[in-house]
């Protein structure tokens, strides 16, 4: 199955209904990585005023995904299979931005990471992330 051209599959990513649930938007996924971004405000935040930890979690796990589901073949499936995430720093309203790369592409299994920062560019969240590749169905 030849590859969708990166602009189509950039199109279908942003509208994919768990990133529009969050508002999250895809900036970019090539074969360099991938790189997200979402405004949070009042519906991310949790009992103490800051940003959720897992809204932050879905935006790395994305993140890596993305990176890897952007890398030829292009659009081919990925699931994650586990996923490690720290919290360094309060996730504050305004704009939070994940970049993810790949740093291990095998076969069947692929490492990823992927870095969440905030407005002033301060790393908040960082995670690697183990996925594999689906065969289509």
């Known amino acids: 199955m ?21 508002g999250m938007e895809v900036l970019r996924a090539d074969d360099e990585g991938s790189e997200f971004r979402v405004d949070i405000d009042d519906r991310h935040l949790q009992a103490y005023g800051t940003g959720h930890g897992g809204v932050a979690a879905g935006l790395l796990d994305a993140a890596m995904g993305l990176a890897i589901l952007a890398r030829p073949p292009r659009g081919e499936p990925c699931a994650t299979l586990e996923m490690k995430v720290n919290f360094l720093a309060p996730i504050h309203p305004g704009e939070l931005r994940a970049a993810g790369r790949v740093v291990s592409d095998g076969r069947r299994i692929v490492v990823a990471w992927a870095d969440a920062t905030d407005a002033d560019g301060r790393v908040v969240a960082c995670g690697s992330g183990t996925f594999m590749r689906l065969e289509r169905r």
Do not use: H, T
Request: hydrophobic share 45%.
């Open 2 to 22: 030849a590859s969708e051209p990166a602009d189509v599959l950039l199109a279908s990513w942003n509208g994919c209904g768990y990133y529009r649930l969050l």
